[in-house]
């Protein structure tokens, strides 16, 4: 069956390191892969797209690496700072216009 | 810069009544998405609308529920009659995509709904 994993739960970082999430997928071929945070009790807010094509993204200080063997998507926001604490989504999608498939998604506290 | 607006905020209701949650996607995207997240679960896909029809649609997507772009603004998501289990946050969003355009996904707010 279809499965998308988010390495743990929770990432407890102390500010100024690089926090590092995974998000694992089984029994998909996504064209694209969607990063976005989550506040709690606020929407989803888009982060970094990464297409299938694309080995890694840049984007001041976060940057997403695809790797379609291993079924495998990292994403680095580095030089950490608490108001980065939230929790991270990764979201697959098969198609341009469909439905994004979530991960589960990944509370990050940055302590000061 | 444009975003995704979604009223009400919060909306209560009792159980077996109708519900409507409403949207303003951003204005040049032609792509539009209903998902709900239960509280502490996932965020879930419900129904996907292009081009004044349903393009895609989730077995959570059944017939108690119902899409419509009343003018060229608003897209609203209804629900005939609601369950408990109809509680959650439901989000709406909206995508470009095109030849050539990203297929980023925009979320609104949210419209938080309690089912009595």
């Known amino acids: 069956s279809q499965k998308i994993e988010q390495n743990s739960e929770a990432l407890n970082i102390q500010e100024g390191k690089t926090a590092t999430l995974t998000c694992n997928y089984t029994n998909y071929s996504p064209a694209y892969l969607q990063w976005y945070r989550q506040d709690p009790g606020r929407g989803p807010v888009f982060l970094l797209l990464i297409r299938e094509n694309e080995k890694e993204k840049r984007k001041e200080r976060l940057k997403v690496t695809f790797d379609t063997t291993l079924k495998q998507s990292l994403f680095h926001i580095t030089a950490s700072q608490p108001a980065d604490s939230a929790t991270y989504l990764c979201?697959?999608?098969?198609?341009?216009?469909?439905?994004?498939?979530f991960g589960k998604g990944t509370t990050l506290s940055v302590s000061s | 810069e444009p975003e995704v607006t979604q009223t009400p905020s919060h909306q209560v209701t009792q159980m077996g009544q109708e519900v409507i949650l409403r949207c303003v996607p951003i204005s040049n995207h032609l792509y539009f998405y209903w998902y709900r997240q239960i509280l502490g679960q996932k965020v879930e896909f419900l129904v996907s609308f292009y081009n004044n029809e349903i393009s895609e649609k989730s077995e959570i997507f059944d017939d108690q529920f119902s899409v419509e772009r009343p003018d060229g603004s608003n897209f609203t998501l209804k629900i005939r009659s609601t369950k408990l289990e109809d509680s959650a946050m439901y989000f709406c969003?909206?995508?470009?995509?095109?030849?050539?355009?990203?297929?980023?996904?925009?979320f609104g707010p949210g419209t938080r709904l309690t089912v009595t």
């Open positions: 969003a909206s995508s470009e995509v095109g030849t050539g355009i990203s297929y980023e996904q925009y």
């Open positions: 979201a697959l999608g098969v198609q341009a216009g469909t439905a994004l498939i």
